[in-house]
């Protein structure tokens, strides 16, 4: 039997529950600002969990865990834009997420605010979008960032650059 057919220990299982508990909505936010499409990074955080389960004997660094689990989410997503090339999603067309309104002019702001940003972020090249993503919404260290993306961190460093610079360009006359 395979190390990665075995049964968790209660040790792995507790690890990797604490493990999701700690990286569940990072892994969905990489996943949703690459494929988006709700059910999909759903699909792409289960995928990226069980194979994290599967492949636990892999992670050399428990301190990098969050980043190791991150770079899984970020290849699965990958393999899902493979996929559907020629089934392109716009998160124009998706439902706005229900908020509490408090005050209905600020709200109406700040949804027009989240939307541009929205399509800026999504109209960034993918290499782009994924390294903006890590560093600047899931506030990965830029070393962490070039791990996941298994890039230089001068090349993570130019991306992120990039992606701010195209977002800034994209935003000026909008807000």
Request: with cysteine; aromatic share 6%.
């Amino acid at each position: 039997m395979d190390s990665s057919d075995r049964p968790l220990t209660p040790a792995e299982r507790s690890w990797l529950i604490e493990l999701f508990e700690r990286t569940v909505d990072g892994a969905y936010n990489v996943a949703y600002r690459l494929v988006w499409n709700h059910a999909d990074a759903l699909d792409v955080v289960q995928s990226a969990f069980v194979s994290a389960a599967r492949h636990r004997h892999q992670l050399r660094d428990p301190q990098r865990a969050r980043s190791w689990l991150l770079g899984i989410a970020y290849r699965e997503a990958l393999m899902v834009l493979r996929s559907r090339r020629d089934v392109p999603t716009d998160p124009v067309d998706l439902p706005e997420p229900v908020l509490v309104e408090v005050d209905p002019a600020e709200s109406a702001i700040r949804s027009e605010l989240a939307r541009l940003l929205d399509c800026a972020i999504r109209d960034l090249p993918d290499l782009l979008r994924a390294a903006f993503v890590l560093r600047d919404v899931e506030e990965l260290p830029m070393n962490e960032v070039a791990h996941v993306l298994e890039i230089g961190e001068s090349a993570a460093k130019m991306r992120v650059a990039r992606a701010r610079e195209s977002l800034r360009i994209t935003l000026a006359g909008r807000i």
